[in-house]
């Protein structure tokens, strides 16, 4: 058995408990669900099952057959594997290095018999992998590098294995089979793995608890109608255009369909390659009719990738400097060009604010300190406080609880009232009751109209 008793964590910039009093065991070859809001501590309670973190007060318990270990404050990091919920997007490091842990001169052999694993692994439950060691981390979609990561974590032999979202990035039925390899392959290894989830993702059939106020409590399965965004916000009040509604092989039509300033376009299918050249296309052909309208300095695009918070902000830089980055030029100067620091700290409080963000005791604190699902919400804050012509988000809601997916459509809609086209990528169906219609990535490739129109 796996035991954590009477955690205690508290992260030395803020000085308050984050966990207090946490207590959770594991079965032999057993699967358990930690469920929570944002900010929670979802993620920190799998850094310290897994040895990453060691607690302020505290032990760990854990058999295996060859040793035993009883009431030790931290769990040794070689007995434990994370499959972490930030994907690394190392510029210059290939999917390769990632798998062997070695520079780029690293033995290429291991780096091959390493991707062929984790590919036979997936292809035994029907889940495609379709990237090579070759791969670049920086061009790989996210589904493709998350199920890398996850099949790897299981196939390095474990005791503890910590899978932090391991399901964010993948449609529905993907989803449903990796919960089922994860449950078939830690059954099968005796292994004893922690898995963090959100309520909104389909979760597994097995043991699952929620994480509120730092403690432990019995999972209660949400309601299946989430209520529309509040505070005025209301995504109702929105026009949702239904994309391809009135698709014909009328280019006239075709043109009309695809955005129109003041919406917002909800397109899911999977996030392979054809379906992000199909969004590529869609964008060069909405530049190209700006410049036909000869509008082209007003036209702006303001793109905030799948994984926003790994790619947009700044690990090193506190929560003020990263909600105010990309805003240099508009902040208030002095007669020597300095910049004013009272106008910065008014804006970061804004972009802090309308997302919602918590956690946050000061301006001052490193981002790094923001749960995931904060990250991403102060990303899309920040990138669409200003108007832009065209927004296009990958996968918005990814990590966020249902105040955090009521926020960020709430600051979409209010986006798309001011003008902006917004466009919603996502891997799966919109499954909220106050999104009108979407479209399927499937009906497009059906239809030669589209692919001619687009030049695919």
Known sequence: ???????????????????????????????????????????????????????????????????????????????????????????EASLGDLLTMQSTRGDRHAQIRAMSRVRELWQGYDVDLTVSVDDRLADLPSDQLQLTIVGAALLKERKVLVFDEPTSFLDPIRAAKVWGALLNEVSRRGAYAVAIAHPQQSLPVCRTHSLAAGRLVPYVKPSPTPTAPSRGRAVTECSFHMLLATVTTNAEHVEY?????????????????????????????????????GNVRSFSICRIPADASEKSLAA???????????????????????????????????????????????LDELVDCLSGGN????????????????????????????????????????????????LILTASPPSFPWIQASIAFETIQDDPAWMTYLGI
């Open 375 to 422: 990250r991403q919400r102060l990303v899309i804050s920040r990138e669409s406080f200003d108007p832009h012509a065209v927004i296009v988000a990958e996968e918005p809601f990814r990590g966020l609880d249902d105040r955090g997916v009521e926020t960020v459509a709430g600051l979409f809609c209010e986006a798309a009232r001011a003008g902006s086209l917004v």
């Open 1 to 91: 058995m796996f035991e954590a008793r009477n955690l205690e964590f508290a992260f030395p910039a803020t000085g308050e408990p984050l966990l207090v009093d946490v207590c959770l065991s594991v079965q032999e070859g057993e699967l358990v669900v930690i469920t929570g809001e944002n900010g929670a501590g979802k993620t920190t309670l799998g850094q310290l099952c897994a040895g990453r973190l060691t607690p302020r007060r505290g032990s760990f318990s854990l058999q295996t057959a060859k040793s035993l270990l009883v009431s030790v404050p931290k769990i040794p990091a070689y007995l434990a594997a994370v499959a972490p919920q930030c994907l690394p997007r190392i510029t």
């Open 257 to 293: 369909s695809v955005a129109r300033s003041g919406e917002i376009t909800w397109l899911h299918g999977p996030p392979t390659r054809p379906f992000r050249t199909f969004c590529e296309a869609l964008l060069r052909e909405e530049t190209a009719r700006a410049r036909l309208r």
């Open 316 to 362: 090193n830089l506190s929560v003020r400097d990263n909600a105010v980055i990309n805003r240099w030029h508009h902040a208030a100067r002095g007669p020597f060009g300095l910049l004013h620091h009272s106008d910065i700290d008014a804006l970061a409080k804004r972009v802090t604010e309308r997302a919602g963000v918590s956690g946050v005791k000061s």
